[in-house]
């Protein structure tokens, strides 16, 4: 019952390349900062990564795509970083672009055992047609498109099939966890991390706050311990915001 690690690099020590990952967080909130660090000193390729988006340039998931480690993004928006953008649009990075509600949900039908769902959003366009880029060449042509979706009607209104996320590694970031892997996310925090916790194979995760087991009210729990299988104190987060924007004086 006890699933404590010492600290990032051992609890994210056996993560291969080429493993698929999925990282909590949304912008720079409740991202999961020590392991993402683990995995930037350890140098891993080939990574595919699904998390709403990518950080920014130089913090965040953005450290990985940076260092070159990734191969594949599955996220519902990219707009805060410029080597994103370069990566892609050059054929380094392949890119599926989920709707934002589409792949919270998901991630939730993956963490639930779901292999699929209906859902409208994206019907007429394509991501239900299929043809949007993941993919391109160097020289700017489409390397690779997404594929025409199955579509059906219930009651008079077009759905279209999306399939349930699953990952071999969950990465997550929580405000207080006990030994035995309960975790207690903090307001705006909480986001994609649950989601991501419930659908990984091997869930690690960070807190800032490590406590023993009983100290935490069970109606206050937010993500099991069966959820989880590693745990370790955080340390030394930066929590940056990734834009400010101030009123005049």
């Not at 994210?12 to 020590?34: H, S």
């Not at 050059?90 to 209906?118: D, K």
């Not at 279209?160 to 705006?188: C, M, P, Q």
């Amino acid at each position: 019952m006890d699933k404590v690690f010492p600290d990032a690099d051992l609890a994210c020590a056996d993560i291969p390349e080429g493993a698929k990952i999925l990282a909590g967080g949304f912008g720079l909130c409740g991202i999961p900062e020590n392991c993402i660090a683990a995995l930037r000193k350890r140098g891993l390729r080939d990574l595919w990564v699904v998390s709403n988006n990518c950080g920014v340039d130089d913090w965040g998931l953005g450290l990985l795509l940076n260092n070159r480690q990734l191969r594949k993004m599955t996220s519902s928006y990219v707009g805060e970083n410029k080597e994103f953008e370069r990566q892609f649009l050059t054929g380094e990075l392949e890119v599926e672009l989920v709707p934002q509600g589409t792949l919270a949900e998901r991630l939730r039908a993956g963490g639930a055992g779901i292999p699929a769902f209906f859902t409208p959003a994206g019907v007429g366009t394509q991501v239900a047609e299929g043809g949007l880029p993941m993919l391109y060449n160097p020289d700017g042509t489409v390397k690779k498109a997404s594929d025409p979706k199955e579509t059906r009607a219930f009651e008079g209104l077009e759905y279209v099939l999306e399939l349930g996320i699953t990952g071999d590694y969950a990465l997550v970031k929580a405000w207080k966890g006990d030994r035995h892997g309960n975790l207690v996310f903090h307001a705006s925090a909480r986001n994609f991390n649950p989601l991501c916790a419930a659908a990984g194979r091997v869930t690690i995760a960070e807190v800032e706050e490590l406590v023993e087991p009983g100290a935490l009210d069970p109606d206050q729990v937010h993500t099991p311990g069966v959820f989880v299988q590693r745990i370790f104190q955080g340390r030394d987060y930066q929590k940056r915001i990734e834009r400010r924007t101030v009123r005049k004086a």
